[in-house]
């Protein structure tokens, strides 16, 4: 397995080499060479502050990092969140306890799949106050909302987060043949696999959804533009391209999920 551990911090170097995975590094911050950058031969590293991750994804897939890659798996991970081997929470005090607890190797019983992701984050479940607090007329105007959480869906959810409207103004710009199915996706679905993380079994499958995403995301960049202010305005690229991949990964591969650890290695020596 193949696995890219993307931080934006120049000390995470060696952590993330003890930790057996791919150091790559985004942003200025950066200084060793011996981080995998996105600001070379192919990139739109300019647009990291928008894309978030997905500039490093664009590199992978513009400068055919994959082709070479045939009979591995191919995972992302951050500097805060890590696949883990099991759901047995633990406490994770240094760099030797995280790296006993993380994944390193994909089991028999997952070789049968063809993509793994997060386990899914349930948009329902998330506390009324915060529904009431960013979007408190939408509520208003749909009392059922408070009663009833299959309504709360990830439309209702993005729509309070990024912007009333623009995932469906981002999915108007879709091919057809994703254009109804993903709006069909995000008003009935009340869960996502957050993160932007996944691990694929297939190059040619990766590369298949790079060349739905990106081409999409190009067609976004000219209905929202770069004159963005807050965070979840900002990032609106990368968070359009996390429910996407939820929907594509669900709808083109046969998946399964794993559990995530949360837990920045700037705070483990």
Known sequence: ??????????????????LGYLPVGLGEKIISSEFLRDNNKKHISDKNPYYGEYTFHYWLWKNNILNSLENEWIGFCQYRKFWAKSRNSKNYNNLETLNNNVLKEISHNQSNYESILGEPMFINQLRLSKFLKKNFKTMIKNPSLFFDKNKRNIKFHFDMMHGQGNLEKAINLLEKEDRSSFKDFVNSEISFNPHNMFICKSPKILNKYYETLFPWLKRCEKEFGFNLEGYGLKRIYGFLAERFMSYWFRKNTKFTTMPIIFKDISELD
């Open 1 to 18: 397995m193949r696995m890219y551990c993307i931080t934006i911090f120049d000390d995470h170097l060696n952590k993330i080499k003890k």
